[in-house]
């Protein structure tokens, strides 16, 4: 068990050191509440040299233990919302699996690296930082009476992660959840249309107010 | 003014949301009450009041009977408050409540208090009332009959949580400079320093004019007006160089919001995003219809091919400064005629 932190301020591309590296003088404040990552590294220990499957193949996995890890720590969604708490999580407590699921040489770190560990702002914000995208779904899926296959789904296709965290409509966890539901059985393309079809549809019909049916009509209508 | 029946764009300008009272520790940044901002941010939970006032008349015309006080108006048309908060991940809809008091002859008001959080709050919270139908009725050409459908929405309100901070950072410096790389050049974006060089092998007029620090006369008209096409050009370019940082984790299938670049890349992104994708209703929005587009490979040819050099044109000022340097080049070849 380790005393949670957050940054003090939300740390900008300029305030890492080379090598991704959280700068020495970077301030972090101390949470009321205490965090076990045991678990997680003990999986990424077990996983981290196997040749047959690639990172992303474990996203499910990370995600389910990362959120048994955090959903009783005491942790509010005041701190997983906060992407300083993710920061500190990814460059301080779990940054080695970070470079793992991404491949990173942290002697020639690329642009595209940083927003790893940092995570971003905009819609898709939180599906950037590579700790914050396991436990956000997580959280939201998991309380669904088939959470498992649900968060499966959501992770098993890369495209259709991105495209349902970058969605403004899945900002909304409701339509989040409704998203995931309906786009379960699909593959990449059909996804990505199904997607880009309510997106189509939200200036004139008020897709918060649907029911989760009513999404999925709406969404896969002509798929 | 004729108004078209059903177009929820002329039952927008019937709506008008705003904030009831003030919020202790807000300043307004925006204009007309729009956006309001924390001086700090806060610690403890607040209320915040809204009040809306719809125009009875132009919200009966997106009716198909036109009956503003029936019961299939009361059982089929809802007034909600619509939040969103992307830095938050938070976004709904509260329904609001008529206030029939207050309501008269020609307008309806309807109120709402909405507590926050501040704990569960980031950055800024968007606002704006929608008058949703959520009884589907006969259908009638020209009007929004389905179930869900927006008959119409207020301008949006914004209450920025953690205190606003002005963009900065946003111009670059113009620079006399030696450029090597290419003879017979005459600027060049220098991406690492953030400059504009002007080369200083150019013809000494050309530098004279160019660097000219006249507000007003002919010699800062003509400036104004050669310089404007290279504006378009170091637009344009940085531009690319934003769509760049945006795709910069393209093999991931994530493409990056204009609002987590740095400047000045950010700015020219957002402005493009808000010539690009005018009829979003938040910026939020407008900047993730550019990621869409930048997404679709189609979409991304085209943005960057036909509408990159035609926005980066009506971004500038290029047409009054032409008509302005014009104007001037004939007034003085007419006096030296007389």
Same mark, same amino acid.
């Given at each position: ?15 890492l050191?080379?090598?991704?590296v959280?700068?020495?003088?970077? %301030? ?8 076990n ?10 996983v ?8 992303a ?15 009783n ?29 991404? %491949?990173?040489d942290?002697?020639? =770190?690329?642009?595209s690296h ?17 700790? $914050?995208?396991l ?8 309380k ?5 296959a ?12 991105q ?8 900002? %909304? $966890?409701s339509?989040?959840i409704?998203? =995931? ?6 593959n990449?393309n059909?996804t990505?249309?199904a997607?880009?079809?309510l997106n189509a ?9 649907m ?13 | ?9 002329e039952? /927008?300008t ?7 009272g003030?919020?202790?520790?807000t ?8 956006i ?22 132009i919200?009966s ?5 036109g009956?503003?006080?029936?019961n ?7 007034m ?6 992307v830095?938050s991940r ?8 008529k ?6 002859? /020609?307008f309806?008001?309807?109120t ?11 950055g ?12 589907? !009725?006969?259908?009638k050409?020209?009007?929004?009959? *389905?179930?869900?459908?927006i008959?119409?929405?207020s ?9 606003? !901070? ?18 017979g ?10 400059v ?5 092998k150019?013809p000494k ?6 660097? !000219? ?6 010699k ?6 050669l310089?404007?096409?290279i504006?378009?050009?170091i637009? *344009?370019? #940085?531009?690319?160089?934003a ?8 093999? &991931? ?11 000045p ?5 957002? &402005?493009?995003?808000?010539?690009? !994708?005018? &009829? ?11 990621v869409?587009? #930048?997404?679709?490979?189609d ?6 091919? *036909?509408?990159?050099?035609m ?5 500038s ?20 005629? &007389?």
């Amino acid at each position: 068990m380790i005393k949670a932190k957050r940054l003090k301020k939300k740390l900008t591309k300029s305030d890492l050191d080379p090598g991704l590296v959280m700068a020495a003088n970077a %301030n972090t404040l101390d949470y009321d509440f205490s965090v076990n990552f045991d678990k997680f590294r003990n999986f990424f220990d077990s996983v981290k040299t196997q040749k047959d499957l690639k990172p992303a193949d474990y996203d499910f996995e990370f995600s389910k233990i990362l959120y048994n890890s955090l959903v009783n720590s005491g942790a509010t969604d005041a701190e997983f919302y906060d992407m300083r708490f993710w920061q500190w999580v990814s460059l301080d407590q779990l940054f080695e699996y970070c470079v793992w699921r991404w %491949n990173i040489d942290i002697n020639d =770190v690329k642009s595209s690296h940083y927003a790893k560990v940092l995570g971003g702002g905009g819609v898709g914000g939180f599906s950037l930082n590579s700790i $914050s995208r396991l436990f956000i779904p997580a959280k939201i899926l998991l309380k669904e009476s088939d959470g498992d296959a649900l968060l499966k789904s959501f992770f098993n296709i890369q495209q259709k992660e991105q495209s349902i965290s970058q969605s403004t409509l899945a900002i %909304n $966890s409701s339509v989040f959840i409704s998203i =995931v539901k309906a786009t379960e059985n699909l593959n990449t393309n059909q996804t990505v249309k199904a997607i880009s079809r309510l997106n189509a549809r939200k200036s004139g019909m008020c897709i918060d107010a649907m029911t989760s049916e009513e999404i999925a009509d709406l969404a896969l209508e002509n798929i | 003014m004729a108004i078209n029946f059903g177009f929820k764009e002329e039952a /927008d300008t019937g709506m008008e949301l705003s904030f009831l009272g003030s919020i202790k520790g807000t300043e307004n940044i925006g204009k007309d009450g729009t956006i309001l901002s924390f001086k700090e941010r806060p610690e403890t939970p607040f209320d915040i009041n809204f009040t809306l006032k719809i125009a009875k008349d132009i919200l009966s015309s997106t009716l198909p009977d036109g009956d503003i006080e029936s019961n299939s108006f009361k059982n089929s048309i809802q007034m909600n408050l619509f939040y969103e908060s992307v830095a938050s991940r938070r976004r709904g809809l509260i329904k609001l409540i008529k206030d029939n008091k207050s309501s008269d002859s /020609d307008f309806f008001i309807y109120t709402l208090k909405m507590s926050i959080d501040p704990a569960l709050w980031f950055g800024d919270i968007n606002f704006k009332a929608i008058a949703l139908r959520t009884k589907e !009725c006969l259908a009638k050409e020209g009007f929004n009959t *389905e179930k869900h459908s927006i008959l119409g929405s207020s301008t949006e309100k914004r209450l920025y949580i953690d205190p606003f !901070c002005p963009p900065s950072g946003g111009q670059l410096d113009v620079k006399i400079g030696e450029i090597d790389d290419y003879s017979g050049v005459l600027y060049k974006l220098d991406k690492e320093n953030l400059v504009v060089l002007l080369n200083n092998k150019s013809p000494k007029l050309v530098q004279q004019i160019l660097s !000219c620090e006249n507000k007003t006369g002919k010699k800062a008209t003509l400036r104004d007006a050669l310089f404007e096409p290279i504006v378009i050009d170091i637009t *344009e370019q #940085l531009a690319r160089e934003a769509f760049k940082l945006m795709l910069a984790n393209e093999e &991931d299938n994530h493409i990056i919001s204009p609002s987590d670049l740095d400047e000045p890349y950010k700015s020219v992104a957002s &402005d493009i995003a808000k010539q690009l !994708c005018s &009829d979003s209703d938040s910026e939020d929005e407008m900047n993730q219809s550019l990621v869409d587009k #930048l997404y679709d490979p189609d979409d991304r040819q085209e943005v960057i091919n *036909e509408a990159l050099p035609m926005i980066v044109q009506s971004l500038s000022k290029v047409e009054s400064l032409y008509n302005s340097i014009t104007k001037v080049i004939l007034e003085t070849q007419e006096r030296s005629n &007389d």
